[in-house]
């Protein structure tokens, strides 16, 4: 179980990761620093339901399965509650800084990454850290996938195309 628990922190901690150097590789530096805002937010509202939701949901090991989920039930409610107050922040700051579509993918994205943080950790509690496990390696494999496509191009050639389209915009004029 140990060995288990060890890698789903660290496929977690990978995936935050990569999603944070994907972002990074997509964005501009003006739109990566709101990004970077954003992501605060995020981790504002992450280390909350850790704390109010995921520390207590860990403590229920000891229980039977059955109530172990009722208590997940509970806590998956308050997360997404969260992720309601937090993705409102955040459709705020993103319409403030004028990326109102940058908010709005954060604002759809938290509520989802909170609830599976939380179902992440009543895996753990169930005594089936395995389960949490495949949860992060499904997050994080895509973003590998985004980020090394990255790295050899993808992102670069239609980077050339869009320059090569606004060149021809302004010759035109």
Known sequence: MAFSTTVDQMLSSASNALMVFVLAQ?????????????????????????????????????????????????????????????GSLILALGAVFHQPWIGLAFAIVLPVV?????????????GRPSLAVVADALWAAPMLGVFVANLFGVRESARSEEHTSELQSHHDL
């Open 114 to 126: 909170l609830a599976q943080d939380v179902l992440r950790l009543t895996a753990i509690a169930l």
């Open 26 to 86: 997509l964005s501009s530096a003006g739109q990566f620093g709101i990004i970077g805002l954003l992501i605060t937010v995020v981790g504002v509202c992450t280390g909350f339901d850790r704390g109010a939701l995921g520390t207590p949901l860990l403590l229920t090991s000891n229980l039977t399965n059955r109530q172990i989920v009722a208590e997940s039930n509970y806590a998956l409610t308050w997360s997404l509650y969260t992720g309601g107050v937090g």
